[in-house]
C-alpha cells in the first residue's frame, strides 16, 4: 500500500475527491474509470485506493458531495418561515445558484438514483436528516396553501404537485441539456436565457397557475 505524499492527507483526499466528483458527474458511476479520476486529480492509482479503498466507496463520497450541494439549501429555503411567495421565489434563487454552479449535478443525480436507489436513499438517509426536512417543508408549505385556497386566492393544491412543478421547471433544462441542445437548438446561452427568465417570474408563474 502506498505511503502518502508529503502533501496534508486531508488535501490529497480532497483533490482526489474534486476531481471525482468532475469524472462522476460527466460520466456516471458506471462510465467513470478509477484511472481516469487518478489522472484528473494527478495521482497514481495506488494512492486513489489508499484513501478510498474501492471505485464502490469513492462513487459513495462523490454522491453524498452532490446531494448536500443540492438538497439541504432547497428544503430550508421551502421550510423557511416566511410568505409563500417570497418561499418560492427563495427557493428559485437558491436553485439556480447552485445549477449554475453545478450544471451536471441534476443529471447525474437522476442517473445515480436510477441505479441504485435503495441504497443511495439509505446513504441519503444516514447523513442527512431527510424525513425530518422533507415533513416540515410539506406541512409548511401544505398550510400556505390551504390557508389560501381558504382565502379564495389560489385553487385547492397539494404541496408535492406544486413542489414536483417547481423542480421541474428548474432541473429539467439542465438534466435534459443534451436533447434540448438536439431537439429545439438550445445551446449553453439560451438555456441560460431562459433559467433568467424563470429567476425573474417563475415564482409568479407558479401561483397563477393556482389562481381560482
Known sequence: MPTPPAVSPSDTEAQILEAAHRVFLRRGTAGARTQEIADEAGVNKALLHYYFRSKEKLAEAVFLRAART???QMLQALAADVPLRDKLQ???????GILDENPYLPGYLIAEFQYRPDHLRSILGETLPVDAMRRAVFDGLQRQL???A???RLRPARAEDLLVAL???LVFPYAAAPMLEAVLGLDADAREAMMERRRQNLA?????????
Open 70 to 72: 443540492l438538497f439541504p
Open 167 to 169: 423542480l421541474a421547471q
Open 146 to 148: 390551504d390557508a389560501e
Open 204 to 212: 409568479d408563474a407558479l401561483l397563477r397557475s393556482l389562481a381560482p
Open 90 to 96: 427563495r427557493a428559485v434563487e437558491v436553485e439556480l
Open 150 to 152: 381558504e382565502a379564495g
